[in-house]
């Protein structure tokens, strides 16, 4: 690939807005790189040319995910663990120019870079070319196209798609580790993988599918006539509908990562959060839902939400993890799993609920001594919950570039005048979401301090409060509207709000204590919540019953030899003379026949 290639199509936009226009630049022609040849091992041709026999007969597109299995994860394992599979063009012939298989093949050979290898420079433009190919093709071609794919290879397009954007901007946000040859790229590359074409490729993709207008008639219970004269004839194809589907989720990934988490939420309105919703046929998006959900609702300050989301995704994580083992993806599934019990413990200390203890008691075993530091609060708090935030949280991203095309302003960007000057774009975006979120945390720490005293009174005199919080009676009265206000929480509860959108909710109230203050006396009812003792019972019988499989399982201990010291009063014990039938008893009860 030593130079541009040619567009496979001329694709001209026959509405307006549909019309991606993202400008690829003229990276490939400006003469910065040269692919260098490199010797590949062998080529798996079988599997190649069975990927493309199944695309090009539709009615056995089910049987690619075997095929790839089957041939693509095998010879990548065999011959490409730590190289790269050979380049589009030399596979071209096995395949004969293909156009449309090449251009998925080129989006397993850029998967396989970013996952297995480090992509350089020309990789990754490369790998938004490909994508640009991909997307205008399935987009400004006359009418929708004759491709089906699986669903598992769409989500993993959408996916992948929005992880090398991610990267990408991470990696572009450093221009100190850049050399000049790079600086020069980046400089000359346009909006190569800038916000702006990504956020287009995604909304271009619903509104081609009409995907909203599908759910919204699903669930008003319309006819499958009329469902398909609302959506069109390209809402009407799985391939554009999953499409359309799966870009929402990407947007409300990629809004996280903007760290617009409203808006993430507000394109999620028509999408419900249950079993029967289509993203839940993929476990990887399944699970990544709910994360970035689940973490919208923290950063909204709405624990309670975040807790109900965290819960419902683990117990299910928990109770199809044999299935899990079996997928290409189990890794991600674990560790994204793993951040939200690391999550739900911020959550739970922040806005303590017993809505499922099995998950509370992994949680705290999990992380327990961070746990502890942030339930008590104090001044060890803040270091764990900064310890989790960071561990758990997305990997936020800069929306905008450095001034990589201004010479002067990305040297002063890259050196400060002065060691105390600091610029507001070269600030990790983790650590100013993590500001913010330290900011609400620090307003409620005296709250367990608070919390644990007044748990010990129906009532107690304002003075004495103070003087058991160290503080005049003013500093005690601010503590205790801190107290008031975080025990107020919005959430979706009701039938009425869980057919809302998932910015919809209602004011509640999270604490199971309540006070009122009547001139210099404080007056304290706390509500007792009944013990859930089917559950307690559950969990106790999963618990027998795993230790009665460890025993059973146990192998039985290996019988000792009798010391020659001992031989003849253990006979003695036993009774004088031989047993009848020439039998001798060893170990454990067996019979051993005399020989």
């Known amino acids: 690939m030593a130079q541009q290639r040619m567009a496979l199509w001329a694709a001209e936009a026959d509405i307006e807005e549909d019309d991606l226009a993202i400008p690829i630049g003229n990276y490939g022609q400006n003469g910065h790189y040269e692919d260098a040849h490199m010797q590949q091992p062998q080529i798996d041709e079988s599997t190649l040319i069975a990927m493309q026999q199944h695309m090009a007969q539709q009615a056995a597109f089910s049987q690619i995910p075997d095929v790839v299995k089957g041939g693509w994860n095998k010879y990548t394992e065999k011959f490409y663990a730590r190289v790269e599979w050979p380049e589009a063009e030399v596979i071209a012939p096995l395949v004969h120019d293909d156009p449309i298989f090449l251009i998925l093949y080129r989006e397993l050979y850029y998967r396989h870079v970013y996952s297995r290898l480090q992509p350089n420079i020309d990789d990754r433009f490369h790998s938004y070319e490909n994508s640009c190919e991909l997307f205008n093709y399935l987009l400004n071609s006359e009418g929708p196209v004759e491709l089906e794919l699986p669903e598992q290879w769409l989500w993993d397009i959408i996916d992948e798609f929005i992880y090398q954007f991610q990267v990408f901007c991470s990696w572009r946000s450093k221009p100190q580790t850049k050399n000049e040859d790079e600086l020069a790229m980046l400089a000359d590359g346009g909006p190569v993988w800038s916000s702006y074409s990504v956020l287009n490729v995604l909304y271009s993709l619903i509104q081609k599918s009409k995907v909203n207008d599908y759910i919204v008639a699903q669930q008003e219970g319309k006819s499958p006539e009329e469902i398909a004269e609302i959506v069109g004839e390209y809402g009407q194809r799985p391939l554009y509908r999953m499409l359309g589907y799966f870009s929402i989720i990407g947007?409300?990934?990629?809004?996280?990562?903007?760290?617009?988490?409203?808006?993430?939420?507000?394109?999620?309105?028509?999408?419900?959060?249950?079993?029967?919703?289509?993203?839940?046929?993929?476990?990887?998006?399944?699970?990544?839902?709910?994360?970035?959900?689940?973490?919208?609702?923290?950063?909204?300050?709405?624990?309670?939400?975040?807790?109900?989301?965290?819960?419902?995704?683990?117990?299910?994580?928990?109770?199809?993890?044999?299935?899990?083992?079996?997928?290409?993806?189990?890794?991600?599934?674990?560790?994204?799993?793993?951040?939200?019990?690391?999550?739900?413990?911020?959550?739970?200390?922040?806005?303590?609920?017993?809505?499922?203890?099995?998950?509370?008691?992994?949680?705290?075993?999990?992380?327990?001594?961070?746990?502890?530091?942030?339930?008590?609060?104090?001044?060890?708090?803040?270091?764990?919950?900064?310890?989790?935030?960071?561990?758990?949280?997305?990997?936020?991203?800069?929306?905008?570039?450095?001034?990589?095309?201004?010479?002067?302003?990305?040297?002063?960007?890259?050196?400060p005048p002065s060691p105390t000057q600091s610029f507001p774009q070269l600030t990790d975006p983790a650590h100013r979401h993590l500001g913010l979120f330290l900011s609400d945390v620090n307003a409620q720490s005296p709250v367990p301090t608070l919390r644990s005293f007044l748990k010990l009174y129906s009532s107690l005199g304002a003075k004495k409060l103070a003087n058991f919080l160290d503080a005049d009676e003013e500093e005690m009265v601010q503590e205790m509207m801190v107290m008031k206000q975080v025990s107020k929480s919005i959430s979706r509860v009701g039938a009425s709000v869980e057919k809302g959108g998932l910015l919809d909710g209602e004011t509640i109230s999270t604490s199971d204590l309540n006070f009122v203050i009547d001139e210099n006396m404080v007056h304290i009812a706390e509500s007792t919540v009944g013990r859930r003792y089917a559950g307690w019972f559950i969990k106790n019988t999963e618990r027998t019953q795993r230790i009665f499989d460890d025993l059973a399982n146990m192998p039985l201990p290996a019988p000792t030899k009798p010391t020659s010291g001992h031989t003849g009063t253990a006979g003695e014990a036993q009774g004088k003379g031989p047993r009848s039938g020439g039998q001798k008893v060893v170990a454990w009860g067996g019979a051993k026949v005399a020989g």
């Open 251 to 415: 947007l409300l990934r990629v809004h996280v990562l903007l760290g617009d988490f409203t808006l993430a939420l507000k394109v999620m309105e028509n999408v419900e959060l249950n079993q029967k919703s289509p993203f839940t046929r993929v476990t990887a998006c399944h699970v990544a839902t709910y994360y970035y959900v689940g973490f919208c609702y923290i950063m909204l300050r709405r624990y309670p939400d975040a807790i109900r989301t965290f819960v419902t995704i683990l117990n299910f994580i928990m109770r199809m993890r044999q299935y899990h083992t079996r997928s290409y993806q189990y890794d991600q599934i674990s560790k994204t799993a793993d951040r939200m019990y690391a999550l739900f413990a911020v959550c739970n200390a922040l806005s303590p609920s017993r809505l499922d203890d099995n998950i509370a008691n992994i949680s705290k075993e999990r992380y327990g001594e961070q746990f502890a530091k942030m339930a008590h609060g104090g001044p060890d708090a803040l270091p764990a919950f900064e310890e989790l935030f960071l561990y758990a949280c997305p990997k936020f991203i800069n929306a905008n570039a450095p001034p990589y095309d201004d010479p002067a302003a990305l040297a002063l960007l890259a050196s």
